[in-house]
DNA sequence: CAAGAACCTGAATCGGATTTCATGTTTGCA
DNA sequence: TGCAAACATGAAATCCGATTCAGGTTCTTG
């Protein structure tokens, strides 16, 4: 498959027509189509968003499209790695100086709703990568799972949660968690000028917090 | 919109071509088209999903689809409407005879879990119904939280469950963290012979258990 | 059993999308 | 300045699938 190029975290770049590393004027022309089609497929969807949509959005001959990508598919799978690397980062991002390991995870819950907000892209794009490729939405999830499963294994180390959850469960449930009120609570909510809200609202946000501080909070009865 | 008629929830079935209601024979065509559809559309997803696939699985002319279903989009929609219809009987069902709120709280998530094991296709027709329907998306998501907001909070009245919750934002969480492990856990895994389990592994469900316990349960400090 | 209603059929129409390709333009460098 | 190498272009080839339609078959009822 090609995909096994893609998967490398920081590839080097290469035209797909002649397979030769990029010149800056080439960089440029593939960063429009990317974020072209960041607007295009969240818009539109997969199929909806077609070849021409993407080069006229990005002001870019149709037949360019072909230098920098080998095919519609292609470019969605380059969208969803790059859209994953960046949410990763800022969660990553919002988690550092956190006083201890249970303020670390709400940051970084709030590092993603702030990515949601910002790039609502990301839900639409990664919930169609099931249809459209599903080996880079299983990549996706893993690498956010993976980042939750060690600070939580991590956090058990030191007793800040409860020792009797499982660890890989708990972070896919936390995950589904955030994704689908990210979906209500973000993407479902729009002002009076039809505008989504820039975060969530404190109710939910608190009323979910208690549930998450719940949930991973060691039972008092257990304490030792 | 068509929608309109297709939201009652017990509709009479009708010809699309005619606006009559069928005899036995045609209801009989227009469910071997849905369940042809809901494999097709399972297994291939919206786009790649032919109107041809789909008669020539249920052995029934191309033109005969026209007869039942306006178009494509129309049919998934028809589809989404019966399934969710279904999960949400399977859920009430094993809720039946719970000893307490909590216990049926787990019993309707097993019912789900169950549900999901025995019909892959409600996830992938449902998460793809997000491109090709919002508005049945939202009547999914919807009818199934309404059940779990009103028991959410007839167990806060009976202080079973955590008073400083949110039940709407709570009932959004539960949704979020069935789906997800429902996808990781049933649909991704498989045995040798690339069978789906039958149901969810033992260690998993004892782990998501105890994450729904602790979520929901009155911290002890605050009982008085 | 005759005739109308209901149901069934698949070839042909039609529109729309991806991808190719022959040709033109810009850039970098000796 | 001149000439490769990179880059850019959009018309046309090609494919594919939703929907229509003109004409058949099966049921049912008076």
Chains 1, 2 share one sequence.
Do not use: C
């Not at 709030?110 to 459209?132: D, I, K, S």
Request: hydrophobic residues 45%.
């Amino acid at each position: 498959m090609s995909m096994s190029d893609e998967l490398v975290e920081h590839e080097e770049l290469v035209s797909s027509a002649t397979g030769r590393p990029l010149t800056k004027r080439g960089e440029a022309t593939r960063r429009r189509l990317l974020e072209a089609a960041e607007l295009v497929f969240a818009e539109q969807g997969y199929h909806e968003a077609s070849i021409v949509k993407i080069t006229e959005r990005a002001g870019i001959g149709l037949g360019t499209f072909y230098l920098y990508f080998d095919s519609k598919q292609a470019i969605f799978e380059a969208l969803v790695l790059d859209l994953n690397r960046r949410v990763r980062h800022s969660m990553s991002e919002a988690m550092t100086g956190a006083s201890d390991r249970l303020a670390a995870e709400r940051a970084g819950f709030a590092g993603f709703f702030r990515f949601t907000a910002e790039h609502p892209a990301l839900y639409r794009v990664v919930r169609e990568a099931e249809f459209v490729s599903p080996e880079v939405l299983r990549l996706h999830y893993t690498r956010i799972v993976e980042g939750y499963e060690a600070g939580l294994r991590a956090a058990q180390a030191t007793g800040d949660v409860d020792r009797a959850l499982d660890p890989e469960t708990t972070a896919w449930a936390l995950m589904g968690m955030g994704e689908l009120i990210g979906m209500r609570f973000l993407l479902w909510e729009r002002d009076a000028e039809g505008r989504p809200p820039a975060e969530l609202d404190p109710k939910v946000f608190a009323g979910m917090t208690r549930f998450i501080d719940n949930a991973l909070a060691p039972r008092a009865e257990e304490e030792k």
